[in-house]
């Protein structure tokens, strides 16, 4: 570096760290920081070209349009670079050419990326002062960060950073987002307008027109039969790459301007005759997203090259039998072919190949889960029918049709030694409860003790109370206490076989649950034990003993049940309620335990078949498709807010009524305030102004999980009359006397999230309503809430939810697991289903993939399992 050079430098550094301490607010500068370093680049002359500068300057391309933390990573990342430059000889070593400064053409060394141009010191010493060990192309492999190509412009590499595009794999993953067909090559007189076509002809007549934000480049271009004008809006330097007397290709829609037919910014390249090397026009031309500093043309002539140089380079992680078998395109090939399709036919094998893999690394991901929980034996029950009969008996109802189906379906895996895996599905209110209560009982039957567990401490009360009340007089002859596994039933007293010590401490646990000598029926009663945080120490210590001798059958609690240091007897059957993804890890805590208990999950979110098998494709799947009878449909109304006084009318008829009512708001923007009130300021407004003689209770995300089950418990025992919440009110929370739930800028839930909230009422026998007030115009909002009105079957509604919005969003948030799906279309069972044939035939042969031939595909279902958990 020259002292003048070091001078600029200089003043470059201590500016960005300026802007760094203003907290990237973007005002240190008049003109923004972008337009201060496009002057700067113009003044500092040959300090603008070091390499190290222009690394700098490229991780801040398109600062503008960033967001605070991005700026904040940016100028940390530049300023850490200028600093190497200090840090390296202070001679200057000699400069090579390098790409103008940023405020110039992108595209202007059009043609190609310059890759080994340059000379080896020449070479050298921008690698030492880029301090990056740049390769050509061909002597890197897939995990080379872009800045490794040799002579990679700066620019592609901080536009493709932006786009999450580190290495040359990634880029090979960073697939079109769609392809303009514009093979259509035609003769100017025969261009029509308003269609995409291509021509070649010879430029005639270059012009530049006007000045600043007007400035236009006019080109003329003709061919034997006639001339058409191409004009490009404010990219002056077009006018130095396109002149007179060259043969281009010029892509794009044909319109009119003054009578006159012309291309309007159309995609163009110099013409050469091999019809292969046309890349931005006359083919299936691939357009890739793109980002602030990324320009069109530039990014597909980079993909290009890398695409032809290392998708032939890629090693299948599927053997070439395989491939015939399930035709497939070699994943080389597919890569290739879905950057640069030849055709339509060869584009659709590409998508197929890549999508197949997706489902493929899923399904290996899930049926590996689903291996790891049945690997080892569990324990085969004996379904003992007059317990089952029982039950029904005693039911103040009789089980649906589908209710019998899940619970025949449920009692057959549990007959079999390896531990059942299974997800209930049913809409609210479609009686999953009774169905886990059979399965629970069959566990006390067969000696051994029962889980459930719940997301919140009151839901567990609801469910302990339910329980209690659905089992409370179902006599289970049983064993000892002891945790034998010894099938002979005591059907005489059989506490007259404890000793005298063994004996008060069952007595002193049927007092501390409060069973009554009917419920007792001389300890032949179901004991169930609700373990929460509302126990005191010594009942709480009393029931952990109970349930580790297995006097307690049944222990109702949260999650905290299996991370806590609860010991059981004989644990033989956990059920988990609305916890969408009961993860590996918590299997593995109670594997760790000694446990291999069956299992059962159950949840209320419908869920379109087509995704069930990826999500929860690690169990099988029970469905409760049916609603209990005698259920009265929910009154569903979409409303202005204009008509807020109505609705408020309504509300104060009910509550006069003595029912109570739910307003649920979203969570709103500081900046959207104006419009849509938070739920604190909605409690404000009704507690204060609307309904100042009623009492109004508010429950909103930042509250802790206890003061949450405080606000819920005072609801549920009518201390209030009207609770207003954000979307924490969503799980099963059961207040039957609540007729009316309000939803407040409705348009912002999920469909199956508005389903879920309906669900809250309708719980008792009142008639009961559900208000979306909304006053969104978007077509595709106003669909979904007519959806709402029109139909209460759960899954109906899934689906349209997930036509309507893609299953990226059909969760609300993305769960975390759910692994996103780039190529493969959620609604492609065909694929789905061969590819989940493949991964059960390769687990069969070698179910952990320790084969060297399984090596890469190890890896890769690793890796995609990995990314997958990270950003959910
Ligand atoms: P969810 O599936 O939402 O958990 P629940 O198990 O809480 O539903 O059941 C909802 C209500 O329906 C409960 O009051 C339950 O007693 C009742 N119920 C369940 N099954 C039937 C049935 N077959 N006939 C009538 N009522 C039923
Ligand atoms: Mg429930």
């Not at 470059?12 to 500068?29: F, H, I, P």
């Not at 061909?138 to 620019?155: K, T, V």
């Not at 060259?246 to 003054?258: D, M, N, P, R």
Request: proline share 5%.
């Amino acid at each position: 570096m020259t002292e003048a050079e070091r001078q600029q430098v200089i003043a470059l550094g201590r500016l960005l760290a300026a802007e760094r301490r203003d907290g990237c607010a973007d005002r240190v500068t008049t003109d923004g920081l972008v337009a201060y370093l496009n002057q700067w680049s113009a003044a500092a002359g040959s300090a603008a070209r070091l390499p190290a500068v222009q690394r700098a300057l490229g991780c801040l391309v398109g600062y503008d349009g960033m967001t605070l933390v991005e700026r904040d990573q940016a100028l940390a990342e530049a300023i850490e670079i200028l600093r190497s430059l200090f840090r390296t000889a202070p001679t200057a070593p000699v400069e090579t050419t390098v790409p103008p400064s940023p405020a110039v053409d992108p595209t202007a060394n059009a043609g190609h990326v310059p890759v080994t141009k340059r000379n080896t010191s020449a070479r050298q010493s921008r690698k030492r002062a880029a301090n990056v060990d740049q390769r050509p192309l061909a002597e890197l492999n897939l995990d080379a960060p872009l800045e490794q190509i040799a002579g990679i412009d700066w620019r592609l590499v901080g536009g493709f950073r932006r786009l999450g595009v580190r290495t040359i794999r990634d880029l090979l993953y960073h697939f079109p987002r769609r392809y303009d067909d514009v093979r259509n090559r035609r003769s100017i007189s025969e261009l029509q307008v308003g269609a995409e076509e291509t021509v070649i002809g010879e430029v005639t007549d270059v012009r530049t027109i006007g000045a600043g934000p007007k400035l236009r480049v006019r080109v003329e271009v003709s061919d034997e039969t006639g001339s058409i004008e191409a004009i490009f809006f404010n990219q002056r330097w077009i006018a130095q790459q396109i002149r007179v007397g060259q043969t281009i290709a010029l892509s794009g829609k044909v319109t009119t301007f003054g009578g006159k037919r012309q291309f309007s910014s159309p995609r163009w390249e110099r013409y050469t005759p091999d019809p292969d090397a046309l890349l931005h026009t006359g083919r299936l031309v691939p357009i890739h997203p793109l980002t602030q500093g990324l320009h069109e043309n530039q990014v597909r002539r980079f993909i290009k090259q890398v695409v032809d140089t290392m998708a032939p380079q890629v090693e299948d992680h599927l053997p070439p039998v395989r491939l015939q078998h399930a035709r497939l395109l070699p994943l080389g090939e597919a890569l290739a072919q879905i950057h640069f399709p030849t055709d339509h036919t060869s584009l659709a094998a590409a998508r197929r190949r890549l999508g197949f893999d997706e489902f493929l690394f899923i399904q290996i991901g899930v049926l590996q889960r689903k291996r790891l929980w049945q690997q080892e034996m569990g324990y085969a029950f004996t379904i003992d029918s007059q317990v089952h009969a029982e039950l029904q008996r005693l039911l103040p109802f009789q089980l649906t049709t589908a209710q019998q189906r899940a619970i025949e379906e449920i009692f057959s895996d549990l007959r079999r030694p390896s531990p059942m895996a299974r997800l209930l599905q049913g809409d609210v209110g479609s009686g999953k409860t009774v169905v886990a209560a059979a399965a629970l009982l069959q566990a006390v039957a067969n000696g051994f003790q029962g889980a459930l567990m719940a997301p919140t401490e009151i839901l567990a009360e609801q469910h302990a109370k339910n329980l209690k009340q659905l089992l409370s007089r179902v006599r289970v002859p049983r064993k000892t206490t002891s945790a034998t596994a010894s099938s002979a039933y005591q059907q005489a007293d059989w506490r007259s076989l404890l000793d005298p010590e063994e004996a008060a401490q069952l007595a002193e646990i049927i007092s501390i649950l409060g069973m009554s000598p009917e419920e007792d029926m001389g300890g032949h009663g179901v004991r169930v034990a609700l373990l929460t945080g509302s126990l005191g120490t010594r009942e709480r210590r009393r029931v952990l003993e109970g349930i580790a001798r297995g006097e307690i059958d049944l222990v109702v609690g949260t999650h905290a049940l299996i991370t806590e240091t609860v010991q059981f007897a004989q644990l033989g059957l956990v059920v988990v309620d609305e916890q969408h993804r009961f993860g590996v890890e918590q299997r593995l805590r109670l594997k760790n335990k000694g446990y291999n208990p069956h299992m059962l999950v159950m949840t209320a979110t419908p869920i379109p078949r087509t995704l069930t098998m990826t999500i929860y494709g690690d169990l099988d799947v029970s469905v409760l498709d049916e609603r209990p009878p005698g259920r009265q449909e929910i009154r569903t109304k979409r409303v202005g807010r204009a008509e807020r006084a109505k609705v408020y009318r309504h509300i104060r008829k009910q509550v006069a009524e003595g029912r109570q009512v739910y307003v649920i708001c979203p969570l709103v923007e500081e900046s959207e305030k104006l419009d849509l009130p938070s739920a604190e300021e909605m409690y404000e407004r009704l507690q204060h102004e609307v309904f100042p003689d009623l009492r109004v209770a508010l429950l909103h995300g930042k509250l802790s999980a206890r003061e949450k089950d405080d606000v819920m418990r005072a609801f549920r025992d009518h201390q209030y009359d009207i609770l207003v919440a954000t979307a924490v009110i969503e799980v099963g929370i059961d207040v039957p006397n609540a007729t009316t739930i309000v939803i407040e800028g409705a348009e912002r839930f999920g469909l199956a999230q508005l389903h879920q909230f309906r669900g809250r009422v309708g719980r008792g026998h009142h008639q009961s309503y559900c208000i979306l007030i909304s006053d969104s115009d978007n077509q595709q909002s106003k669909e979904r809430l007519a959806a709402l009105e029109q139909t209460t079957d759960g899954f109906k509604l899934a689906e349209i939810d997930l036509q309507l919005r893609g299953p990226g969003e059909f969760f609300g948030t993305r769960q975390s697991g759910t692994p996103d799906l780039k190529m493969a279309q959620q609604g492609d069972t065909r694929l789905l289903a061969e590819a989940r044939a493949l991964a059960d035939a390769i687990l069969a042969d070698d179910p952990e993939l320790k084969r060297p031939e399984h090596d890469l595909l190890r890896r890769k279902v690793n890796d995609f399992w990995a990314a997958a958990t990270q950003s959910g």
